[in-house]
DNA sequence: GATGAATGAGCATTCATTCAT
DNA sequence: CATGAATGAATGCTCATTCAT
């Protein structure tokens, strides 16, 4: 899991590192309320100090670990878009990214879903919101750039996220739920064809 | 708010109702775990033991309100598509109930996003999948009429759901999340012309 | 199980004797302070309110079932011993009726030796008292007839009844609860023959 | 009252012994199921945290409570029964012991009257069961040594515990509840006796 | 009388967090 | 820095009892 394993080096950054995939797993078994400190700190065989030490509270490991996601997402986001040049191929920078980050990481997908709601009215709300506008803006700005972006001009600006990304999450929330069973990557190609459709006038 | 005031009359179902409409607003407004039974029983002005006696526990009360929800929009889409004819109008059904259901209850919308996680891993998980099961069934006999459906041939059937209600989805979460501002009927016809691209074949 | 059946004629009577049974295998199953009112209430297919109105209330019925247990193997006690006649057939008829009832009423007694503390402790600790000094005085009275319980005069009063009902009341505790197999029947005639024994000088 | 103050050394298992002497009297005062947590946190100046790390839940505390007793009642029996030699010298071990333990130790024995009905239905079943079967196979053994035990082979295997016992352990109840005065101490020797005779062929 | 829905004080238990060692 | 025992407010839930019908 490169996620957290790319992020810092030493030995301290290692414990951190055992914290959250502990804190990870419990979260997305048990349920964010539902986990202990005290499970955690089993799974990881640390002290509950040690945790305390490293995220201050239960909810700070919380938001770290919807940070830790999104960031990774929007690495692999920025990767695909700083390849592609036309309008086109945006979407399916923004498809694509979005399908193989959910496929390469189920668990940090299932719980960036999960988390979301107590992360959005817990402490980190605000930061939160401002993560929120940055990518937003990143992502604004790609389909700003000169020569890109007109095709969508027809429709209205909140609504096209939407139309791009929904199929696409929706398909991921089945597949990360269990409810279907093939990978969303097997259907990486038609999902990005159904979104450029989407968006595409007649 | 019809969802409740038609199911049951009598002095009894009153207060089953009163209960699970301030449980709706509590668990909508401070989280669902965050929520108390005694902060239901104070906006309902009750007893514990009357919150207990009709709903078993705090379990039992979250699934009520699920079903509910459930079933509501399940009359509404059934609604739309005993009216349809083709599978254009299939998918416009299923796109219109959905959007117009969201937009006519966006708090029960809410909370059957917050609570769905857990209902479908707490006691009434098995209630859950056959009540799923049954919807399924449903929707799939419809679009299995004779004359209708074959457009929807060429793409694998786990996937179609997604692209038919997935843009609607997206964009109605982003709008009870108060991200983006404007009712999604404002869009229903965007949604159901883009569902219908998403699955028609060029 | 005549203890009940040939204590009040009528459907009324009928109903309370059905409390008392069913309250007295739950308590007895479940122990007392564990079984609730709504267990006998099922048990014995009635309304809560009819239980309390026959006993008033928990306790009321706790202590009912006591004294119906203790009347039941005083009546018993009272025949051996309108039978006897010497010091010898007293203990006799001390040690047979003891053994006698418990093996005819396990569930009686058993109840016998579970309430005692409870029922002493409550609101029908005089009530007990009082019943008990009763008893106390009746046999007192009989080893007090002219010609008989000089042998036990030796013996400080307050040590003779243990001396005489000790075994026994140990061997059908041990019965009760399942540590040892033969009924205390089987050994009605050893268990008087060691009474007689402790009590006798050489 | 050294049957705790002997077992553990140091700060955290005074602690420890606070709350099993706290929870002992609230146990014989107002009864096992009548005392709360709460009771017997204020009777040792603790917190109910505190009570639950050290012994688990409500069960617990009186398991431990429980077996401390039998231990400590144990093993003043194999004291007594490590100086006998001949069966008479066996019993009178039994039987003093018994006494002795009971004069000396009243609110544990009158504990572990009280208890041993949901001791033996409650989690602890088991270790309980097994524990019993130890101290019966200690004594058994004892009077299966070498020219040892064929005085009482004329009676019942299951019948001679409650033949020697039986009285002793009567009086003792009735002294424990108050119901005779004088210490079970005072009668030792008659209680041994009465106890030899019952076992005695003529 | 009979019924059982409603009451609400009271309980066992949990668990995030602190802080002395 | 690390540890984990101790803390205690807070919660879900129970259940004896009442009383309107």
Avoid at 15 to 43: H, P, S, Y
Avoid at 142 to 164: D, H, M
């Amino acid at each position: 899991m490169e996620l957290l394993e790319s992020s810092y080096p030493g030995r301290r950054a290692e414990l951190k590192r055992a914290i959250l995939r502990a804190a990870l797993d419990c979260f997305n078994t048990q349920g964010i309320e539902a986990t202990t400190i005290e499970m955690i700190r089993v799974a990881c065989d640390t002290s509950v100090g040690a945790i305390y030490h490293h995220f201050g509270n239960k909810e700070g490991l919380v938001a770290a670990l919807f940070f830790a996601a999104m960031q990774d997402q929007a690495a692999l986001r920025n990767d695909y878009l700083a390849k592609a040049e036309t309008t086109r191929d945006g979407v399916n920078a923004l498809v694509f990214s979005y399908v193989d980050w959910v496929a390469r990481q189920p668990d940090w997908a299932r719980y960036q879903f999960n988390a979301r709601f107590v992360v959005s009215n817990g402490p980190f709300k605000d930061e939160l919101a401002q993560k929120n506008k940055i990518r937003n803006q990143q992502v604004k700005e790609w389909f700003s750039r000169p020569g890109v972006g007109q095709e969508l001009a027809n429709y209205p600006a909140e609504l096209v996220p939407s139309l791009i990304i929904g199929s696409a999450e929706s398909y991921c929330r089945a597949w990360l739920s269990g409810r279907v069973k093939k990978s969303p990557k097997a259907y990486r190609d038609i999902l990005a064809e159904a979104a450029w459709r989407s968006v595409s006038t007649m």
